[in-house]
């Protein structure tokens, strides 16, 4: 079955440090995304990606790197994490950038 | 930019009981409507979409009309289960350049259906 997948599920960083999250799909699809989650935020945009080797800015990108080696993969980086970057963060994946498929997310908290 | 607002939760109802997660969005286009569902330590997923305005999109139980006159886009249940406790988000596509889309989600909404 088509899946989206995330690693690691949790992770606890250290203020300066640097934090990478992964994201794999299955789906074949050209658009990637990152969201973060925050209580009543809802979910916001961070990074996407509709091809291999490029990534745009979302809404909130400060703070948050991406990279895109290949079309299965895609990754957030915190290059300095903070105390406000603690969140969940889900990746999704989509065919026609309308309908997302989501990944169980990661929840990390900074310290 | 566009927007998305719902009901603020947490919502608590009993079983049996109905449901109404207000929906309401701000946009000077013509946008895909969403509602998506997200259950207990899993990523959000598709619910049902609606393209069209003046459409109704439904699945498992759970409806909502497309209302673009009143840019409101109201998700209904007429009987709640406890399987239906989760995060409901409201959601619209927006199109910031002719090569790309992307989804602007409402703040959720918290359900809980106790017994």
């Known amino acids: 079955e088509a899946a989206v997948t995330q690693s690691p599920r949790s992770k606890v960083a250290v203020t300066g440090g640097k934090v990478t999250l992964s994201c794999h799909q299955t789906?074949?699809?050209?658009?990637m995304y990152w969201y973060r989650q925050d209580t009543g935020h809802g979910l916001r945009l961070i990074h996407y990606?509709?091809?291999?080797?490029?990534?745009e800015k979302g809404d909130i990108p400060d703070g948050y790197k991406a990279s895109r080696p290949s079309q299965e993969n895609f990754s957030l980086i915190l290059e300095l994490a903070s105390l406000s970057q603690t969140a969940v963060y889900f990746c999704?994946?989509?065919?026609?950038?309308?309908?997302?498929?989501f990944g169980p997310g990661t929840r990390l908290t900074v310290l | 930019g566009d927007s998305v607002t719902q009901t603020e939760g947490p919502v608590t109802l009993s079983e049996g009981t109905s449901l109404t997660v207000n929906c309401s969005y701000e946009?000077?286009?013509?946008?895909?409507l969403f509602w998506y569902v997200q259950y207990p330590g899993e990523g959000p997923q598709l619910l049902f979409k609606?393209?069209?305005?003046?459409e109704k999109g439904s699945s498992r139980g759970f409806e909502a009309t497309y209302n673009k006159e009143a840019t409101s886009f109201h998700l209904q249940k007429a009987s709640v289960q406890e399987s239906d406790s989760a995060v409901y988000y409201c959601?619209?596509?927006?199109?910031?350049?002719?090569?790309?889309?992307?989804?602007?989600f409402g703040q959720g909404t918290s359900l809980s259906v106790v017994p």
């Open positions: 959601a619209l596509s927006e199109r910031p350049s002719s090569s790309f889309s992307k989804l602007v």
């Open positions: 990606s509709y091809v291999a080797d490029s990534t």
């Open positions: 999704a994946s989509s065919w026609d950038n309308y309908e997302q498929y």
């Open positions: 609606v393209p069209k305005a003046n």
């Open positions: 946009t000077k286009q013509y946008p895909t």
């Open positions: 789906n074949n699809h050209d658009y």
